[in-house]
């Protein structure tokens, strides 16, 4: 008896079997979504803190505090997947892309231990002064890697990779002997676009990092929005989320998204609550 009743298909056409010729069963649990929220307050609360904290709070950092709230909220998107099975992390740590200027420019990044325990101006003074210190070469974590990686040729990079993964994620071992940082990308990434003029772009998840999300940050434009069944001009940033199936299923991605946008919307009201003792909530 068959697994499945079937019955020919027709001659595929030159493209359909171009296609099944260049690919093969789907193996890619990423999974993409994309949100555009109104920063209206957002901008006006991080503006607020800019002057009185005297660094410049952006939406990537407000960005980075709704993501590391919304860890706490629900710590089943902060995890990991080994030996098939998925880990819930116990520290909140996020890692900020960083492009790197220079004779050749390079992308790297920063990571932000305990995120949830820092609010927006911490999180804003914490990237300038790790982003300034990577960008000078005065990061001696940073600079040591860098080095490292530079020595290495290219056809060992793959090999090397895997070999790291193997004992840093697979095993769980800490290689601090080695001079490598534990859990070095943490359970997040986050990327500005923006910062490079572009409205919206998806990014990859990257099997090296070990983590299940990649949240990319657009560009904040004046975009059409219906207000009280008026259309009026308001400050739009569309956030692009690529997350992992094997972690997360529609709904706890849902969950995130909504939680993120909540914050955003009404950053203040969120920070006031965060700072409530706990009895008092």
């Not at 099944?20 to 979504?33: C, E, G, I, K, S």
């Not at 902060?78 to 890692?95: C, D, E, H, Q, T």
């Not at 960083?98 to 932000?112: E, F, M, Q």
């Not at 939680?259 to 920070?271: C, G, K, M, N, T």
Request: hydrophobic fraction near 45%; glycine fraction near 6%; proline fraction near 8%.
């Amino acid at each position: 008896m068959f697994n499945v009743e079937l019955h020919p298909h027709s001659r595929p056409a030159p493209w359909r079997k171009m296609s099944l010729t260049n690919w093969r069963h789907p193996t890619d649990p990423q999974v993409y979504a994309r949100s555009e929220i109104d920063m209206a307050q957002a901008l006006e609360y991080a503006a607020r803190l800019s002057q009185s904290a005297g660094v410049t709070v952006a939406p990537l950092h407000l960005v980075i505090r709704a993501l590391a709230l919304c860890f706490k909220e629900y710590p089943d998107t902060n995890a990991l997947v080994r030996r098939g099975r998925v880990y819930a992390r116990k520290r909140i740590n996020i890692f900020c892309h960083v492009a790197i200027p220079g004779k050749k420019p390079d992308l790297s990044g920063v990571i932000l231990r305990d995120a949830d325990t820092k609010d927006p101006v911490a999180i804003a003074r914490e990237l300038r002064d790790k982003v300034r210190a990577a960008r000078n070469g005065t990061d001696p974590e940073f600079a040591k890697t860098k080095r490292t990686l530079d020595r290495i040729p290219s056809w060992l990079f793959r090999p090397l990779l895997g070999v790291l993964d193997l004992f840093q994620y697979t095993l769980n071992l800490n290689l601090g002997w080695l001079g490598l940082p534990q859990d070095p990308f943490g359970g997040a990434l986050v990327t500005s676009v923006g910062s490079l003029g572009i409205s919206e772009a998806f990014a990859p998840l990257s099997p090296i990092t070990r983590a299940p999300i990649v949240v990319s940050v657009g560009k904040v434009e004046e975009k059409p929005v219906v207000c009280d069944g008026q259309i009026v001009a308001r400050p739009v940033c569309v956030l692009c989320l690529t997350f992992d199936h094997r972690v997360m299923d529609g709904l706890l991605a849902a969950k995130m998204a909504k939680f993120v946008a909540r914050y955003l919307a009404e950053p203040e009201r969120f920070e006031k609550a965060s700072c409530r003792p706990a009895d008092a909530k």
